[in-house]
């Protein structure tokens, strides 16, 4: 990797995690919700490509079987 941009991303993670230690708990908390929430809209436009034809609560209740998944694999 370039050094220029090896010392770029450095500066980025660097301020990134300066931010992060600015943010108050209640803000951190905020923050896992909102990214926890994206990350399953995420997931549910993958649902739905790879299932087209499943009503919308066959995708929730697939997207509820993944994490469930996730989770007995964190185990």
Excluded: H, Y
Aim: proline share 1%; hydrophobic share 50%.
């Amino acid at each position: 990797m370039d050094d220029r941009i090896a010392d770029d991303a450095l500066f980025a993670l660097k301020a990134k995690v300066r931010q992060a230690r600015a943010m108050s708990a209640q803000m951190k908390f905020r923050a896992g919700a909102d990214l926890f929430e994206e990350a399953c809209l995420w997931t549910m436009a993958g649902i739905k490509a790879r299932m087209p034809n499943a009503s919308e609560q066959e995708r929730l209740d697939q997207l509820k079987r993944q994490l469930k998944f996730r989770e007995a694999a964190m185990r």
